[in-house]
């Protein structure tokens, strides 16, 4: 299954191989496009924010909307490490850099997702959003710390590109869906089960879930190589 999910992110780098080339014409180094990326992340947060404090709680624009720039950040955090070993830039301090920006945007972005979910009552579901964020702190913390110590820590499924890739799709379906089915909801008594929403929710439930798993994974496999 990894070996698979390895072979599918390295085709999708190559997809962006014209995107590359470009870029090494314009002379950005790969910390200024970290840079780029993280200032798209925190403009697809200003999105939900500012959807929460002007939209309405059943309107899928915002949301919508911070997924494709999302997505689009996350375009960007792929290029600048290919960039920095195509043009023979990479160095510590890049990887240093690379991986606080990292941390920083995943935080911001989670706050963004559970500012929207609060603000509209949607308060398990941010629950879920903070969940998510601890895990996903603590898979890269425990990769880092792994390496600090001279170990290399990779294994579990939901490292930095498909939580990215995760959360932006499902937050596009939640528009597709709306487009198409308009604004529904399933309760049981005065519990709503399943609406519209769920398409961007129930997503973040499970990453709630194998961010966690995968942290716990992480330090499992560290304590069979760290103590044999």
Do not use: H
Not at 1 to 23: C, R
Not at 29 to 34: E, L, V, Y
Not at 130 to 159: D, N, P, T, W
Not at 175 to 200: C, H, R, T
């Amino acid at each position: 299954m990894n070996n698979k999910w390895e072979n599918i992110k390295k085709k999708a780098y190559g997809l962006l191989d014209p995107v590359l080339n470009l870029l090494i014409k314009t002379g950005l180094t790969p910390n200024k496009i970290t840079l780029i990326g993280f200032m798209i992340t925190i403009l697809s947060t200003a999105i939900l924010i500012y959807g929460a404090e002007k939209g309405e709680r059943n309107d899928p624009r915002y949301i919508t909307l911070f997924g494709i720039v999302l997505l689009l950040a996350g375009v960007f955090d792929m290029l600048d490490g290919q960039l920095a070993r195509k043009t023979g830039q990479m160095s510590t301090f890049g990887a240093f850099f690379d991986s606080i920006i990292d941390r920083y945007s995943e935080m911001i972005m989670f706050f963004g997702i559970a500012y929207y979910l609060v603000s509209f009552d949607y308060f398990l579901s941010g629950i879920f959003a903070f969940i998510a964020m601890i895990g996903s702190i603590m898979v890269s913390y425990a990769r880092a710390r792994a390496e600090g110590l001279g170990y290399e820590c990779k294994v579990g499924m939901m490292q930095r590109p498909e939580r990215i890739l995760l959360i932006g799709i499902s937050a596009i379906l939640y528009g597709v869906v709306y487009s198409i089915a308009g604004d529904f909801k399933y309760q049981v008594g005065n519990f709503p089960l399943f609406e519209n929403i769920s398409v961007f929710t129930i997503p973040l439930f499970i990453l709630a879930v194998l961010t966690n798993y995968t942290a716990y994974q992480r330090i499992k496999y560290c304590k069979k190589i760290m103590t044999n």
